[in-house]
């Protein structure tokens, strides 16, 4: 069994079928509205980035394009030695096996730090608040990008797979928190019916997840989420 940092959310589909999940990120978001939206708060074009819970670095070559460092944490050691072959001929480019509560870089050291859908869910993660206000330096920024189950299929989906979850509760979360936030119409585009039915039966539970094949004509879903950021 691959080790994981002690402290680690787990994330059950990543961990659990990382070549499904390596298919998803290939379909979510073909029209780059996410970076788009935070390049349009704090661009990282020059600047040391951090992608927190990185998984097998599927963001991580994209980033290095304009960055001048990016570091991936990720605490699953399998899928961080995955990132770091992915990232193996990018020298900018750096992947540590770490958790979000204790990152493995010096004090305002980042410009940039990121989190898609990984560990900043709302109460609980204050630790790895303080580690962002830790790690990234003045005029830097910190962007947390997740599923918002509030709104369409899909978040209505996710609540009756994860009935514990209270999109209420971490709305008032980060209210307290004093971030801002941003709607984002994401969508998911498939090359493949096989494709697009495999991602869902790894991030529903069974019975929710064959309601939603059958109610999903096509190769597309919707994909609501919820941008966050706060300025440093």
């Keep these: 069994m691959a080790r994981i940092v002690d402290g680690a959310i787990p994330s059950p589909n990543i961990w659990n079928s990382p070549r499904t999940y390596e298919l998803e990120n290939r ?4 029209d780059g509205a996410a970076e788009a939206a935070m390049s349009a708060i704090r661009p990282w074009t020059g600047g040391a980035v951090l ?9 991580l070559p994209g980033l290095a394009a304009t960055a001048r460092t990016v570091i991936g944490v990720e605490p699953h050691a399998a899928l961080a030695a995955l990132a770091a072959e992915r990232c193996r001929a990018l020298p900018r480019v750096f992947v540590r ?11 305002s050291s980042v410009d940039i730090a990121f989190a898609r859908w990984a560990y900043f869910f709302g109460p609980g993660c204050e630790p790895g608040l303080r580690e962002l ?8 920024a910190a962007f947390v990008i997740d599923l ?5 299929d899909f978040g209505a989906w996710f609540s009756r797979t994860v009935p514990s979850y209270s999109a209420a ?12 936030r ?8 498939f090359s493949t019916r096989a494709d697009l039915e495999a991602v869902l039966r790894i ?8 309601e939603a094949i059958a109610r999903t004509p096509g190769l597309e879903v919707a994909y609501p989420n919820i941008l966050r950021w706060r300025l440093f």
């Design 51 to 59: 992608d927190i819970g990185c998984g097998t670095g599927y963001h």
């Design 148 to 152: 918002d189950a509030s709104r369409g």
């Design 97 to 107: 096996t770490a958790t979000a509560q204790a990152l493995p870089v010096p004090d």
């Design 27 to 30: 379909a979510v978001d073909p």
């Design 133 to 140: 206000s830790r790690v990234v330096r003045r005029g830097g």
């Design 203 to 210: 991030e529903f539970a069974p019975d929710v997840a064959e």
């Design 182 to 189: 941003r709607e984002l119409d994401l969508r998911m585009v």
């Design 169 to 180: 509760a971490v709305e008032a979360f980060w209210s307290r928190q004093g971030w801002q």
